[in-house]
Protein backbone atom coordinates (compact mmCIF):
# COMPACT_ATOMS: atom_id res chain seq x y z
CA UNK A 1 0.00 0.00 0.00
CA UNK A 2 1.46 3.27 -0.85
CA UNK A 3 0.64 6.88 0.52
CA UNK A 4 1.18 9.75 -0.61
CA UNK A 5 3.42 12.41 1.70
CA UNK A 6 2.32 16.09 1.95
CA UNK A 7 4.53 18.92 1.26
CA UNK A 8 4.87 20.22 5.14
CA UNK A 9 5.81 16.93 6.00
CA UNK A 10 9.38 16.81 3.57
CA UNK A 11 11.01 19.38 5.96
CA UNK A 12 10.85 17.49 8.41
CA UNK A 13 11.90 14.29 6.46
CA UNK A 14 15.31 16.30 5.87
CA UNK A 15 15.69 16.16 9.65
CA UNK A 16 15.69 12.59 9.48
CA UNK A 17 17.77 11.94 6.51
CA UNK A 18 20.12 14.28 8.68
CA UNK A 19 20.33 12.15 11.64
CA UNK A 20 20.68 8.95 9.55
CA UNK A 21 23.69 10.46 8.09
CA UNK A 22 25.41 11.73 11.46
CA UNK A 23 24.32 8.22 13.54
CA UNK A 24 25.28 5.64 10.92
CA UNK A 25 23.43 2.49 11.74
CA UNK A 26 20.52 3.99 13.60
CA UNK A 27 17.04 3.97 12.95
CA UNK A 28 15.61 7.59 14.03
CA UNK A 29 12.49 6.86 13.01
CA UNK A 30 11.79 3.25 14.89
CA UNK A 31 14.15 4.15 17.85
CA UNK A 32 15.38 0.20 17.08
CA UNK A 33 18.55 -1.71 15.83
CA UNK A 34 20.06 -1.84 12.65
CA UNK A 35 19.94 1.48 9.83
CA UNK A 36 21.64 0.35 6.65
CA UNK A 37 21.72 1.86 2.79
CA UNK A 38 17.93 0.68 2.47
CA UNK A 39 16.84 2.91 5.41
CA UNK A 40 19.00 6.10 4.08
CA UNK A 41 17.20 5.54 0.74
CA UNK A 42 14.43 5.50 2.63
CA UNK A 43 14.50 8.70 3.87
CA UNK A 44 16.09 10.13 0.84
CA UNK A 45 12.63 8.80 -1.20
CA UNK A 46 10.29 10.75 1.91
CA UNK A 47 12.63 13.50 1.28
CA UNK A 48 12.12 13.84 -2.18
CA UNK A 49 8.45 13.89 -1.63
CA UNK A 50 8.06 10.32 -2.99
CA UNK A 51 5.59 7.96 -2.12
CA UNK A 52 6.56 5.64 0.84
CA UNK A 53 5.71 2.23 1.80
CA UNK A 54 3.18 1.39 4.68
CA UNK A 55 4.05 -1.73 7.12
CA UNK A 56 2.37 -4.78 6.21
CA UNK A 57 3.42 -7.04 9.24
CA UNK A 58 3.79 -7.15 12.89
CA UNK A 59 5.72 -9.25 15.44
CA UNK A 60 4.86 -10.25 18.50
CA UNK A 61 7.87 -11.03 21.45
CA UNK A 62 7.92 -11.46 24.89
CA UNK A 63 9.71 -12.75 27.81
CA UNK A 64 9.16 -16.16 29.13
CA UNK A 65 6.71 -16.39 31.96
CA UNK A 66 5.78 -18.16 35.08
CA UNK A 67 2.77 -17.26 37.94
CA UNK A 68 1.96 -18.75 40.62
CA UNK A 69 2.02 -18.09 44.41
CA UNK A 70 5.69 -19.10 45.47
CA UNK A 71 6.91 -19.32 42.40
CA UNK A 72 10.02 -16.81 43.84
CA UNK A 73 11.59 -20.32 45.40
CA UNK A 74 12.41 -21.86 41.40
CA UNK A 75 14.91 -18.88 40.80
CA UNK A 76 17.82 -21.00 42.11
CA UNK A 77 17.30 -23.94 40.36
CA UNK A 78 16.25 -21.91 37.28
CA UNK A 79 20.15 -20.32 37.56
CA UNK A 80 21.25 -23.68 38.23
CA UNK A 81 19.42 -25.34 35.08
CA UNK A 82 21.56 -22.39 33.30
CA UNK A 83 24.61 -23.44 34.40
CA UNK A 84 25.27 -19.85 35.93
CA UNK A 85 27.24 -19.80 38.96
CA UNK A 86 27.05 -15.88 39.79
CA UNK A 87 24.81 -13.28 39.47
CA UNK A 88 24.40 -9.81 40.00
CA UNK A 89 21.26 -9.15 42.17
CA UNK A 90 19.54 -6.31 41.39
CA UNK A 91 16.54 -4.32 44.28
CA UNK A 92 16.26 -1.33 46.17
CA UNK A 93 16.68 -0.06 49.62
CA UNK A 94 13.27 -0.75 50.43
CA UNK A 95 13.04 -4.53 48.83
CA UNK A 96 15.96 -5.14 50.10
CA UNK A 97 14.61 -5.92 53.73
CA UNK A 98 11.51 -7.69 52.49
CA UNK A 99 10.31 -10.81 51.88
CA UNK A 100 10.71 -11.58 47.98
CA UNK A 101 14.17 -10.61 48.31
CA UNK A 102 14.47 -12.95 51.43
CA UNK A 103 13.27 -15.77 49.04
CA UNK A 104 15.13 -15.17 46.42
CA UNK A 105 18.27 -14.97 48.39
CA UNK A 106 17.39 -18.25 50.10
CA UNK A 107 16.51 -19.93 46.96
CA UNK A 108 20.21 -18.90 45.31
CA UNK A 109 21.94 -20.22 48.19
CA UNK A 110 20.39 -23.40 48.32
CA UNK A 111 21.68 -24.14 44.74
CA UNK A 112 25.27 -22.73 44.91
CA UNK A 113 24.75 -19.56 43.42
CA UNK A 114 27.05 -16.85 44.21
CA UNK A 115 25.98 -13.18 44.03
CA UNK A 116 26.16 -9.66 44.35
CA UNK A 117 23.80 -7.05 45.43
CA UNK A 118 23.11 -4.08 43.80
CA UNK A 119 20.79 -2.20 46.31
CA UNK A 120 21.42 1.27 45.15
CA UNK A 121 18.55 1.32 42.65
CA UNK A 122 16.47 4.66 42.55
CA UNK A 123 12.86 4.38 42.32
CA UNK A 124 12.03 6.68 39.21
CA UNK A 125 15.75 6.76 38.53
CA UNK A 126 17.84 9.75 36.97
CA UNK A 127 20.84 8.89 34.36
CA UNK A 128 23.33 9.83 37.33
CA UNK A 129 22.10 6.36 39.37
CA UNK A 130 21.72 4.79 35.81
CA UNK A 131 25.38 4.92 35.29
CA UNK A 132 26.28 4.28 38.77
CA UNK A 133 24.94 1.05 38.09
CA UNK A 134 26.79 0.29 34.80
CA UNK A 135 30.00 0.82 36.56
CA UNK A 136 29.23 -1.47 39.24
CA UNK A 137 28.03 -3.97 37.01
CA UNK A 138 31.74 -3.47 34.74
CA UNK A 139 33.61 -3.77 37.52
CA UNK A 140 31.86 -7.56 38.05
CA UNK A 141 31.24 -8.71 34.88
CA UNK A 142 28.52 -11.15 36.21
CA UNK A 143 27.65 -14.48 33.92
CA UNK A 144 23.94 -13.68 34.87
CA UNK A 145 21.00 -11.06 36.32
CA UNK A 146 18.51 -11.21 38.98
CA UNK A 147 16.13 -8.29 39.26
CA UNK A 148 13.84 -8.04 42.28
CA UNK A 149 11.56 -5.10 42.79
CA UNK A 150 9.58 -2.91 40.56
CA UNK A 151 9.90 -1.58 37.02
CA UNK A 152 12.67 1.02 38.32
CA UNK A 153 14.92 -2.36 39.51
CA UNK A 154 13.57 -4.73 36.50
CA UNK A 155 15.09 -1.40 33.66
CA UNK A 156 18.31 -0.54 35.56
CA UNK A 157 19.47 -4.26 35.66
CA UNK A 158 18.08 -4.41 31.98
CA UNK A 159 20.62 -1.19 30.77
CA UNK A 160 23.28 -2.77 32.96
CA UNK A 161 23.43 -6.01 31.88
CA UNK A 162 23.55 -4.19 28.21
CA UNK A 163 26.41 -1.92 28.73
CA UNK A 164 28.70 -4.36 30.48
CA UNK A 165 28.16 -6.55 26.88
CA UNK A 166 29.39 -2.60 25.61
CA UNK A 167 32.10 -1.38 27.68
CA UNK A 168 33.13 1.21 26.18
CA UNK A 169 29.92 2.60 25.24
CA UNK A 170 28.30 5.27 26.53
CA UNK A 171 24.43 5.99 28.13
CA UNK A 172 23.39 8.09 25.47
CA UNK A 173 24.70 5.29 22.46
CA UNK A 174 21.50 3.30 22.88
CA UNK A 175 19.27 6.08 23.99
CA UNK A 176 16.10 6.29 21.36
CA UNK A 177 17.09 8.73 18.33
CA UNK A 178 16.52 11.61 18.00
CA UNK A 179 17.39 12.59 21.99
CA UNK A 180 20.38 9.34 21.88
CA UNK A 181 22.05 7.87 18.92
CA UNK A 182 19.88 4.84 18.58
CA UNK A 183 22.67 2.61 18.41
CA UNK A 184 21.71 -1.05 17.30
CA UNK A 185 21.79 -3.65 19.95
CA UNK A 186 23.99 -6.12 18.03
CA UNK A 187 25.67 -8.30 20.58
CA UNK A 188 23.55 -11.62 22.72
CA UNK A 189 22.62 -10.78 26.03
CA UNK A 190 23.26 -12.40 29.47
CA UNK A 191 20.85 -14.15 31.05
CA UNK A 192 18.23 -11.43 33.17
CA UNK A 193 15.25 -13.15 35.54
CA UNK A 194 12.98 -10.49 36.26
CA UNK A 195 10.78 -10.75 39.75
CA UNK A 196 8.25 -7.99 40.14
CA UNK A 197 7.35 -6.78 43.44
CA UNK A 198 4.64 -4.29 41.94
CA UNK A 199 1.55 -4.68 39.60
CA UNK A 200 2.54 -1.56 37.45
CA UNK A 201 5.07 -1.40 34.47
CA UNK A 202 4.94 -5.23 33.56
CA UNK A 203 8.90 -4.84 32.59
CA UNK A 204 9.09 -8.59 33.02
CA UNK A 205 7.99 -8.65 29.42
CA UNK A 206 9.59 -6.34 27.87
CA UNK A 207 12.70 -4.87 26.53
CA UNK A 208 12.20 -1.05 27.21
CA UNK A 209 13.82 0.59 30.35
CA UNK A 210 13.04 4.00 31.26
CA UNK A 211 15.07 6.79 33.20
CA UNK A 212 15.02 10.72 33.38
CA UNK A 213 18.08 12.24 31.41
CA UNK A 214 18.54 15.21 34.11
CA UNK A 215 20.20 17.58 31.23
CA UNK A 216 16.98 17.33 29.06
CA UNK A 217 14.64 17.39 31.87
CA UNK A 218 12.63 14.31 30.40
CA UNK A 219 12.04 10.92 30.80
CA UNK A 220 13.90 8.98 27.88
CA UNK A 221 14.72 5.62 27.51
CA UNK A 222 15.93 2.35 25.77
CA UNK A 223 14.15 -0.29 23.75
CA UNK A 224 14.90 -3.43 21.89
CA UNK A 225 13.71 -7.00 22.06
CA UNK A 226 17.47 -8.15 22.92
CA UNK A 227 16.92 -6.36 26.43
CA UNK A 228 13.66 -8.52 27.50
CA UNK A 229 14.04 -11.14 30.13
CA UNK A 230 14.56 -14.63 29.92
CA UNK A 231 12.01 -14.84 32.08
CA UNK A 232 9.70 -13.39 34.53
CA UNK A 233 8.59 -14.54 37.86
CA UNK A 234 5.34 -12.81 38.15
CA UNK A 235 4.78 -14.25 42.04
CA UNK A 236 1.41 -12.72 43.54
CA UNK A 237 2.67 -13.00 47.35
CA UNK A 238 5.36 -10.37 46.12
CA UNK A 239 2.99 -7.59 46.08
CA UNK A 240 1.20 -8.07 49.55
CA UNK A 241 3.91 -5.82 50.83
CA UNK A 242 2.49 -2.53 48.38
CA UNK A 243 0.88 0.50 50.30
CA UNK A 244 -2.22 1.26 48.95
CA UNK A 245 -0.49 4.29 47.53
CA UNK A 246 1.66 1.98 45.45
CA UNK A 247 -0.99 -0.24 44.77
CA UNK A 248 -3.04 2.59 42.84
CA UNK A 249 -0.23 4.24 41.10
CA UNK A 250 1.13 1.17 39.77
CA UNK A 251 -2.36 0.21 38.92
CA UNK A 252 -2.53 3.31 37.23
CA UNK A 253 0.27 2.13 34.88
CA UNK A 254 -1.47 -0.29 33.74
CA UNK A 255 -4.69 0.98 32.96
CA UNK A 256 -2.86 3.49 30.88
CA UNK A 257 -0.27 0.66 29.18
CA UNK A 258 -3.69 -1.30 28.36
CA UNK A 259 -5.47 2.24 26.62
CA UNK A 260 -3.13 3.48 24.93
CA UNK A 261 -1.90 0.24 23.26
CA UNK A 262 -5.61 -0.84 22.45
CA UNK A 263 -6.15 2.61 21.11
CA UNK A 264 -2.72 3.03 19.34
CA UNK A 265 -2.45 3.26 15.52
CA UNK A 266 -2.97 -0.14 13.36
CA UNK A 267 0.19 -1.81 12.87
CA UNK A 268 -0.44 -1.38 8.97
CA UNK A 269 -0.51 2.36 9.34
CA UNK A 270 2.73 2.94 10.24
CA UNK A 271 5.01 4.62 8.08
CA UNK A 272 8.24 3.88 6.72
CA UNK A 273 8.02 -0.19 6.40
CA UNK A 274 11.28 -1.26 7.55
CA UNK A 275 13.48 -2.05 4.61
CA UNK A 276 14.78 -5.17 6.66
CA UNK A 277 13.02 -6.92 9.62
CA UNK A 278 15.95 -6.06 12.02
CA UNK A 279 14.33 -2.66 11.95
CA UNK A 280 10.59 -3.09 12.64
CA UNK A 281 10.47 -1.76 16.44
CA UNK A 282 9.43 -3.13 19.16
CA UNK A 283 6.57 -0.82 19.43
CA UNK A 284 4.76 -1.37 16.09
CA UNK A 285 1.06 -0.52 16.37
CA UNK A 286 -1.78 -2.24 17.78
CA UNK A 287 -2.52 -5.61 16.00
CA UNK A 288 -4.71 -8.50 16.38
CA UNK A 289 -2.47 -10.03 18.88
CA UNK A 290 -1.73 -7.48 21.05
CA UNK A 291 -5.30 -6.09 21.18
CA UNK A 292 -6.25 -9.79 23.40
CA UNK A 293 -3.80 -8.85 25.86
CA UNK A 294 -4.01 -5.35 25.70
CA UNK A 295 -8.50 -5.58 26.28
CA UNK A 296 -8.31 -8.28 28.63
CA UNK A 297 -5.34 -6.32 31.05
CA UNK A 298 -8.19 -3.19 30.64
CA UNK A 299 -11.06 -5.45 32.00
CA UNK A 300 -9.15 -7.10 34.68
CA UNK A 301 -7.49 -3.44 35.81
CA UNK A 302 -10.95 -1.83 36.06
CA UNK A 303 -12.62 -4.51 38.35
CA UNK A 304 -9.79 -5.35 40.42
CA UNK A 305 -7.45 -2.52 40.74
CA UNK A 306 -10.44 -0.23 43.23
CA UNK A 307 -10.33 -3.49 45.25
CA UNK A 308 -6.62 -3.31 46.07
CA UNK A 309 -6.45 -0.28 47.04
CA UNK A 310 -9.59 -0.28 48.98
CA UNK A 311 -8.71 -3.70 50.91
CA UNK A 312 -5.37 -4.70 51.77
CA UNK A 313 -6.38 -8.09 52.05
CA UNK A 314 -8.07 -8.71 48.79
CA UNK A 315 -5.70 -11.43 47.74
CA UNK A 316 -7.65 -12.02 44.72
CA UNK A 317 -7.51 -8.42 43.73
CA UNK A 318 -4.10 -8.12 43.94
CA UNK A 319 -3.64 -11.79 42.20
CA UNK A 320 -5.40 -10.61 38.97
CA UNK A 321 -3.79 -6.78 38.72
CA UNK A 322 -0.21 -8.80 39.38
CA UNK A 323 -2.12 -10.62 36.36
CA UNK A 324 -3.50 -7.33 34.37
CA UNK A 325 -0.19 -6.08 34.60
CA UNK A 326 2.13 -8.96 33.13
CA UNK A 327 -0.82 -8.74 30.12
CA UNK A 328 -0.29 -5.29 29.75
CA UNK A 329 3.04 -5.39 29.20
CA UNK A 330 3.05 -8.20 26.07
CA UNK A 331 0.04 -5.94 24.57
CA UNK A 332 2.42 -2.46 24.86
CA UNK A 333 5.48 -4.21 24.46
CA UNK A 334 4.57 -4.96 20.97
CA UNK A 335 2.10 -2.58 19.96
CA UNK A 336 3.03 0.57 22.31
CA UNK A 337 2.15 3.25 24.02
CA UNK A 338 1.65 6.96 22.90
CA UNK A 339 0.07 10.30 24.04
CA UNK A 340 -0.06 9.49 27.62
CA UNK A 341 3.41 8.38 27.92
CA UNK A 342 4.77 10.79 25.91
CA UNK A 343 3.85 13.78 28.15
CA UNK A 344 4.05 12.20 31.24
CA UNK A 345 8.36 11.67 30.60
CA UNK A 346 8.93 16.19 31.00
CA UNK A 347 5.84 15.85 33.59
CA UNK A 348 8.24 13.81 35.70
CA UNK A 349 11.53 15.48 34.87
CA UNK A 350 10.30 18.59 35.50
CA UNK A 351 8.86 17.65 38.90
CA UNK A 352 9.38 21.03 41.06
CA UNK A 353 8.94 19.12 44.48
CA UNK A 354 5.75 17.06 44.39
CA UNK A 355 6.62 14.24 46.63
CA UNK A 356 3.74 11.43 46.22
CA UNK A 357 2.53 10.17 49.68
CA UNK A 358 3.54 6.54 50.28
CA UNK A 359 6.82 5.90 48.31
CA UNK A 360 9.66 5.63 51.11
CA UNK A 361 12.06 8.04 49.19
CA UNK A 362 13.77 10.85 50.61
CA UNK A 363 13.42 13.03 47.52
CA UNK A 364 10.66 14.75 45.45
CA UNK A 365 8.67 12.05 42.97
CA UNK A 366 5.55 11.59 40.61
CA UNK A 367 5.57 8.34 40.13
CA UNK A 368 5.27 7.20 36.56
CA UNK A 369 1.43 5.97 37.08
CA UNK A 370 0.20 9.31 38.22
CA UNK A 371 2.17 11.15 35.55
CA UNK A 372 0.36 9.17 32.64
CA UNK A 373 -3.13 9.17 34.47
CA UNK A 374 -3.32 12.77 35.07
CA UNK A 375 -3.50 13.55 31.18
CA UNK A 376 -5.84 10.39 30.26
CA UNK A 377 -9.00 12.29 30.38
CA UNK A 378 -7.80 14.78 27.65
CA UNK A 379 -6.10 12.49 25.88
CA UNK A 380 -8.86 10.22 24.87
CA UNK A 381 -11.53 13.07 24.37
CA UNK A 382 -8.78 13.84 21.78
CA UNK A 383 -8.08 10.24 20.28
CA UNK A 384 -11.66 9.30 20.01
CA UNK A 385 -12.54 10.55 17.03
CA UNK A 386 -10.00 8.25 15.35
CA UNK A 387 -11.52 5.28 16.07
CA UNK A 388 -14.65 5.64 17.68
CA UNK A 389 -15.83 1.79 18.49
CA UNK A 390 -12.52 0.91 19.98
CA UNK A 391 -13.35 4.06 22.20
CA UNK A 392 -16.46 2.88 23.21
CA UNK A 393 -15.60 -0.24 23.39
CA UNK A 394 -13.13 0.88 26.40
CA UNK A 395 -16.00 2.91 27.85
CA UNK A 396 -18.01 -0.01 28.16
CA UNK A 397 -15.62 -1.90 30.36
CA UNK A 398 -15.88 1.09 32.77
CA UNK A 399 -19.63 0.74 33.21
CA UNK A 400 -20.47 4.04 30.44
CA UNK A 401 -23.80 3.31 28.52
CA UNK A 402 -22.66 3.53 25.24
CA UNK A 403 -25.73 2.15 23.51
CA UNK A 404 -27.71 4.97 21.11
CA UNK A 405 -24.22 6.78 20.87
CA UNK A 406 -22.87 8.71 18.53
CA UNK A 407 -19.52 8.44 17.01
CA UNK A 408 -18.36 11.63 17.60
CA UNK A 409 -18.95 11.45 21.02
CA UNK A 410 -16.90 8.34 22.04
CA UNK A 411 -13.90 10.23 23.24
CA UNK A 412 -16.08 12.31 25.63
CA UNK A 413 -17.63 9.76 26.93
CA UNK A 414 -14.37 7.13 27.26
CA UNK A 415 -12.44 10.49 28.77
CA UNK A 416 -15.36 11.19 31.16
CA UNK A 417 -15.76 7.56 32.10
CA UNK A 418 -11.70 7.61 32.83
CA UNK A 419 -12.03 11.20 35.05
CA UNK A 420 -15.30 8.90 36.94
CA UNK A 421 -12.72 5.95 37.73
CA UNK A 422 -9.48 8.23 38.90
CA UNK A 423 -11.80 10.28 40.98
CA UNK A 424 -13.19 7.42 42.46
CA UNK A 425 -10.61 5.25 42.94
CA UNK A 426 -9.37 8.03 45.39
CA UNK A 427 -6.37 9.90 46.89
CA UNK A 428 -5.43 10.82 43.51
CA UNK A 429 -4.28 14.31 41.78
CA UNK A 430 -7.41 16.03 39.84
CA UNK A 431 -4.81 17.04 37.28
CA UNK A 432 -1.24 19.24 36.59
CA UNK A 433 -2.11 22.07 39.31
CA UNK A 434 -2.52 19.54 42.09
CA UNK A 435 1.20 18.19 40.84
CA UNK A 436 2.33 21.84 40.98
CA UNK A 437 1.92 22.87 37.66
CA UNK A 438 0.14 26.06 35.82
CA UNK A 439 -0.86 27.44 32.44
CA UNK A 440 2.62 28.79 32.40
CA UNK A 441 4.49 25.31 31.87
CA UNK A 442 2.24 24.32 29.07
CA UNK A 443 5.47 25.34 26.74
CA UNK A 444 8.25 23.63 28.55
CA UNK A 445 5.80 20.43 28.79
CA UNK A 446 5.31 20.88 24.87
CA UNK A 447 8.53 21.16 24.24
CA UNK A 448 9.82 18.18 26.91
CA UNK A 449 7.21 15.88 24.89
CA UNK A 450 7.99 16.77 21.07
CA UNK A 451 11.53 14.59 21.24
CA UNK A 452 9.88 11.50 22.35
CA UNK A 453 8.75 10.21 18.44
CA UNK A 454 8.84 6.38 19.54
CA UNK A 455 5.62 7.02 21.37
CA UNK A 456 4.10 10.20 19.36
CA UNK A 457 4.82 8.13 16.10
CA UNK A 458 1.76 5.91 17.29
CA UNK A 459 -0.60 8.65 18.38
CA UNK A 460 -3.69 8.22 16.13
CA UNK A 461 -4.55 11.70 14.19
CA UNK A 462 -0.76 12.75 14.78
CA UNK A 463 1.90 10.83 12.86
CA UNK A 464 1.22 12.91 9.48
CA UNK A 465 1.08 16.23 10.68
CA UNK A 466 3.48 19.09 10.86
CA UNK A 467 5.63 19.86 14.08
CA UNK A 468 3.26 22.65 14.47
CA UNK A 469 0.26 21.23 14.19
CA UNK A 470 1.45 18.48 16.76
CA UNK A 471 2.36 20.91 19.30
CA UNK A 472 -0.70 22.72 18.57
CA UNK A 473 -2.51 19.58 19.86
CA UNK A 474 -0.55 18.93 22.94
CA UNK A 475 -0.63 22.61 24.33
CA UNK A 476 -4.47 21.78 24.04
CA UNK A 477 -4.31 18.07 25.65
CA UNK A 478 -1.89 19.36 28.33
CA UNK A 479 -4.23 22.57 28.87
CA UNK A 480 -7.04 20.66 29.65
CA UNK A 481 -5.41 18.05 31.99
CA UNK A 482 -4.72 20.98 34.29
CA UNK A 483 -7.90 20.00 36.06
CA UNK A 484 -10.35 17.48 35.33
Known amino acids: MLIKIPASTRTRALGLLSTIQNHAGACPCHACAGGDARSLLQARRLAAGAPVQKEYAFEMAASNIRYGNGVTREVGMDFANLGVKRVALFTDKNVLRLTPMALAVEALEAHGIQYDIYSDVRVEPKDGAIRDAIAWTRARAPEAYLAVGGGSVMDTAKIAMLFEAYPDADLLDFVNAPIGKGRPVDRPMKPLIAVPTTAGTGSETTGTAIFDLVAQRAKTGIAHRALKPLLGIVDPLNTRSMPSQVKSSSGLDVLCHSLESYTAIPYFERVPRPANPILRPAYQGANPISD ?143 LGFDGADVPDLVAGTMPQARVLMLAPNFQQKADDEKRADLAGIIERSLQY
Open 292 to 434: VFSFEALRLTVKYLPRTVKDPDDTEAQENMLLAATLAGVGFGNAGVHLCHGISYPVSGMNKGYKHAGYAVDYPIIPHGVSVAVTAPAVFRFTGPTNPDRHLAAAAVFGADVSNTKAESAGEILGDAIARFLVDLGDQPRGLRD
